[in-house]
């Protein structure tokens, strides 16, 4: 009974333990303190001044009015507090997540339906908190590092080639890359003086700003902080700065706004953002119901959004707890994100996801945990509440020139020439995901390059590189010293096989015997065999970790097959793992199987000398472990 007791208990605390993990807030929380909450406080409220600004930007590439960028903004942040592992992310709108709503939504007249934006927010989440609480974090791991450069890098020329209508006051410019392109110099004839100019006083104030960001980083002075302050806020001050300007002009009447479609262009007006909706979104389930053809098409881009999404906020996390050393759970902050995002759809979002530009600031503010999330959040409801009857005025030229400013680092320009030198083949995955991504879409182009990929990994999973090991040409091959085992891989020749003491042939696995590659490595040993008549066979299992079912069939096979050939067979350097499973397939009375491939070596060379000696025609059978 006392044992009984004592599992019931131990089944108890695991499960409370798991429910528990969903929840770090409690592991923090009675740790924090008032010089926590002071810094804390100081970051939120500089994240939440670059994310207001940045959120209208945002809702444009998405295809959504404005508003929705600061719907976007908000409960991410509240719901990461008690949620989320790393303390500097903080969730919201990003550009890749964007472009990837509007790129999976129908449009209607150049806009997104909202309605579409939130069923992608909420089966997004969905789709991450069940990858989470299931534990499968680990299946972005099949999308490499190529692919999700190529994937960035054509998001970023994409997004930023499609604010250059507003750069430019155009209209009727469509959302995809080629006709953005085509319908952009179609119309170049219609710019807008003004916007362009006010745009490229405005890029040039934020890269400004942002060097003196950088400029100050580590300054301890009261100047160098609030220059630093300056640099960080620097979105939020020029588009204030700008509609501030714009709001002077026009309430003078020394310029006009922009009408869409004028009968004549005026070269010497404002495409400004006009009245958008200042209330705090209405809370309400999110609409779920949609045609077969409608539902279908947002299923598929909702698990790309997921994962996508995920990914952008991983690396983010992973990255800055590198450098701040603490630890991410990967699992738990699918959990997090897919429930930031469930959430965030019955406040009228669309879909979010760790920012890196925030999430950099949030660290270098000196945040110290999730909670400065809540500072970002109320910010966003404050900047609801009481500041959108002043966001008319911001002229679109500005929002433009934030996320143009943004994107440019997006673009891995290095990567391609790192590739090229490191390794050739993998520009390939690259190359199809940058130019699917740029010319057929982000879902295509990212699907494609994984394909690719997949194949390429399956490749070489079915070919792992089997190799023939002999003696270093350098050194004399004495079996009576424990030093003896120096081994180089080579290609097969009958200089190698003369190089081979008693004829024995060594072959070294690849790596891990899984089906792909049983068959090669099979086919390897017996080719072997038949070319060099070996009396003695090594298979040099020290690289490999695994064997499943099939790779054991094969070798069994192999060993029926030497047998008949009076070839003696033998296994070194197996773990416990492939030695366990060779015996219950029932081939272990057939094979020797040896700790090394000294040890395998010093037991070939004896069993020929012993054939030599008795003159028998087989050596089956001679010994423990040796075969029949």
């Given amino acids: 009974m006392p044992l009984e007791r004592e599992r019931k208990m131990s089944l108890k605390e695991n499960v409370k333990g798991y429910f528990l ?58 719901v990461y507090v008690f949620m989320g592992t790393a303390k500097d992310i903080t969730l ?77 006051g155009l209209h009727g410019v469509r959302r995809p890359f080629i006709h953005a392109v085509h319908d952009t110099f179609a119309n170049i004839d219609k710019t807008i003086a003004a916007d362009v100019l006010l745009g490229v006083v405005c890029i040039t104030s934020i890269l400004l700003l ?89 299923m598929k881009g909702a698990v790309v959004i997921a994962l996508i999404g995920y990914l952008e906020s991983i690396a983010i996390g992973k990255a800055f707890a590198r450098q701040n050393r603490y630890e991410v759970d ?27 530009s925030r999430t950099a600031v949030n660290a270098a503010s000196g945040v110290c945990t999730p909670m400065g999330g809540v500072v970002t959040g109320t910010v966003v409801i404050l900047a609801l509440e ?38 050739l083949v993998d520009l390939l995955p690259f190359t199809v995901s940058f130019l699917g991504s740029l010319l057929l879409g982000i879902e295509e182009g990212v699907g494609i390059a994984v394909g690719v990929n997949i194949l390429y990994v399956l490749y070489f999973s079915a070919r792992p590189g089997n190799k023939l090991l002999a003696p270093k040409l350098s050194r004399s091959l004495n079996m009576n010293n424990d030093d003896c085992g120096e081994f180089e891989t080579v290609k097969y020749s009958d200089d190698v096989v003369s190089r081979m003491p008693g004829g024995v042939m060594i072959v070294q696995a690849g790596s891990s015997l899984l089906y792909p590659g049983a068959s090669d490595l099979s086919q390897t040993l017996l080719d072997v065999q038949t070319s060099s008549h070996c009396p003695v066979l090594i298979l040099d299992c020290h690289k490999v970790h695994y064997i499943d079912f099939t790779a054991v069939l094969k070798i069994v096979d192999v060993v029926h097959e030497l047998n008949k050939r009076g070839t003696v067979f033998v296994i070194a350097g197996a773990n416990s793992v492939v030695e366990q499973r060779m015996h219950r397939i029932g081939v272990g009375p057939h094979v020797n199987i040896m700790p090394d491939v000294v040890t395998a070596l010093r037991f070939a060379l ?23």
């Fill in 21 to 78: 993990s969903f929840i770090p807030f409690i592991t923090w929380l009675p740790h924090y303190s008032l010089s926590k909450a002071r810094s804390d406080f100081v970051a939120g409220l500089t994240v939440g001044l670059m994310v207001v600004p940045q959120g209208l930007a945002y809702a444009s590439i998405a295809g959504l009015d404005e508003q929705y960028g600061l719907y976007s903004a908000f409960m991410g942040c509240f």
């Fill in 92 to 168: 919201g709108p990003t550009a890749i997540m964007s472009l990837m709503t509007a790129s999976n939504s129908d449009q209607v007249d150049g806009k997104t339906l909202p309605d579409h934006a939130i069923f992608l927010t909420f089966m997004a989440g969905v789709i991450q908190l069940g990858m989470g609480v299931l534990r499968l974090g680990f299946v972005v791991d099949f999308i490499a590092y190529p692919v999700i450069s190529g994937f960035t890098s054509a998001a970023a020329i994409t997004i930023g080639f499609g604010q250059v209508k507003n750069l430019f």
């Fill in 210 to 298: 942002k060097r003196l960001k950088e400029k100050n980083d580590k300054s301890k002075s009261t100047i160098g902080k609030t220059l630093w302050f300056l640099g960080t806020a620097r979105n939020a001050l020029v588009v204030a700065l700008a509609a501030v300007f714009v709001y002077a002009l026009l309430e003078t009447n020394t310029v006009d706004a922009c009408v869409k479609d004028p009968v004549s262009i005026n070269r010497w007006c404002f495409n400004i953002v006009g009245t958008i909706n200042s209330t705090f979104p209405k809370v309400a389930p999110p609409p779920l119901r949609h045609d077969t053809l409608e539902h279908d098409k947002l």
């Fill in 330 to 356: 990967a699992s738990q902050e699918l959990v997090a994100i897919g429930s930031g995002n469930i959430v965030s759809s019955f406040f009228r979002s669309y879909p979010i996801t760790g920012s890196f």
């Fill in 386 to 423: 009481f500041l959108t009857g002043l966001f008319k005025y911001i002229p679109k030229a500005a929002l433009a020139s934030i996320i143009i400013s943004s994107v440019v680092t997006m673009i891995k320009y290095k990567v391609p020439i790192s590739i090229f030198k490191v390794s």
């Fill in 606 to 628: 004896d069993s020929v000398a012993k054939k030599t000696a008795v003159g028998k025609g087989g050596l089956n059978g001679e010994g423990e472990g040796e075969g029949e």
